[in-house]
C-alpha cells in the first residue's frame, strides 16, 4: 500500500502545478518500494491514466539498462515512474527524458549537469572522468496492436551516501557536489514539470527543440572516444553527435557509424 505524502512533496507539487499538466496528477509514494518500474508499469496494464506517477525515497530491486542493479538505498535517493500512453514521443523519450532531468538539476542547483548518451546524467570530474548523478530507464509494453504505453523511470542521487565498491569511482550525489542537502520533494516536483514540458515539445512538432538542447548538454557526445562491440568485435571512434532518431553517431576516419543501443565505454 502507498503512504502518506510528505508535506514537503505536496508543497512543491502545487508549486509546479500549472507546469505539469496530468503529469503526477494521480501520484502514488512510498517510503520503500521493490522498482517504480515495475509498479508504475502494473499499474499501467490495468489502465491508469497518462502521467500516473510512482515514486520512492527507497528501492529494494531498483534496476538500470540491461537490468542491472540501481542502488538505492533508505535516505539517499529519488526514484520515480511515469506511465506514458501517448506512444508518439516513444522513440525520443530517453533522450527528451534526459534534457528534463539535467535541466532540473541545472535550476535548483549550481551544478552543471551534463548528458552522457544514452541515458546517464553525469558531472565532469576533470581528465576525462565523469561522476554520474543520475539515470534514466524507459521500458515499454507491446501487445497485439503495437507499443501500447511507456513508463519512464529516473533516479537521482540526492545525499552523500557509501557507494558499493563497484561504482564507488564513479557515482556522486547533489550533497557530495554541493556540499548541502537538497529537498527530494522540490527535486521531484521540478523533474515532474519539466518532462512534461518536453513532452509538450515532441507531441507538438518540435522534437528539434529537444534534439537541439540535448546536444547542448551533452558535450561528450562530440569528439570524446569510445569503443564498442559489434559482431565484427570491438571497435573504436570519436563520438560525432547524435541523429534525429537519437543514435550515437561515432566517426572512424572517414566513416561515421550509428550506435543504437548496447555498451558503449568512453574514453
Known amino acids: 500500500m502507498p503512504d502518506a505524502i510528505p ?10 502545478s500549472s507546469r505539469r499538466g496530468h503529469f503526477g496528477a494521480r501520484l502514488l509514494y512510498f517510503q520503500d518500494i ?3 518500474n515495475d509498479e508504475a508499469g502494473r ?27 540501481w542502488f538505492s538505498p533508505p535516505g539517499a535517493g529519488l526514484y520515480a515512474s511515469v506511465v506514458i500512453r501517448n506512444t508518439a514521443a516513444a522513440p525520443l523519450l530517453t533522450l527528451a527524458g534526459g534534457v528534463a532531468i539535467a535541466e532540473s ?24 572522468r565523469r561522476r554520474k548523478l543520475a539515470g534514466i530507464l524507459a521500458e515499454g509494453t507491446s501487445g497485439a ?24 569511482a564513479s557515482a556522486t ?23 512534461a514540458e518536453r513532452m509538450h515539445d515532441l507531441l507538438s512538432g518540435q522534437r528539434e527543440r529537444v534534439l537541439g538542447r540535448w546536444a547542448e548538454l551533452s558535450p561528450s557526445s562530440r569528439g570524446t572516444r569510445v569503443e564498442w ?39
Open 7 to 16: 508535506a514537503e512533496f505536496a508543497a512543491a507539487l502545487h508549486a509546479t
Open 34 to 36: 521493490g522498482s517504480t
Open 43 to 69: 499499474l499501467a496494464d490495468d489502465g491508469a491514466p497518462e502521467g500516473t506517477t510512482v515514486v520512492a525515497e527507497a528501492q529494494h530491486a531498483g534496476r538500470g539498462r540491461f537490468g542491472r542493479t
Open 105 to 128: 538539476l541545472r535550476a535548483l542547483t549550481s551544478l552543471p549537469a551534463e548528458i552522457k548518451w544514452p541515458n546517464d546524467i553525469v558531472i565532469d570530474a576533470g581528465l576525462g
Open 145 to 168: 496492436d503495437g507499443l501500447q504505453h511507456v513508463v519512464l523511470g529516473f533516479g537521482i542521487n540526492i545525499l552523500r551516501t557509501a557507494y558499493p565498491p563497484d561504482i564507488s
Open 173 to 195: 550525489s547533489l550533497e557530495a557536489e554541493l556540499g548541502r542537502p537538497v529537498s527530494p520533494g522540490a527535486m521531484f516536483a521540478e523533474c515532474l514539470a519539466g518532462l
Open 229 to 267: 562491440e559489434t559482431i565484427a568485435g570491438r571497435r573504436t571512434g570519436l563520438t560525432a553527435g547524435i541523429d534525429t532518431d537519437g543514435a550515437l553517431l561515432v566517426r572512424r576516419g572517414a566513416v561515421v557509424e550509428r550506435i543504437v543501443s548496447g555498451v558503449v565505454h568512453w574514453g
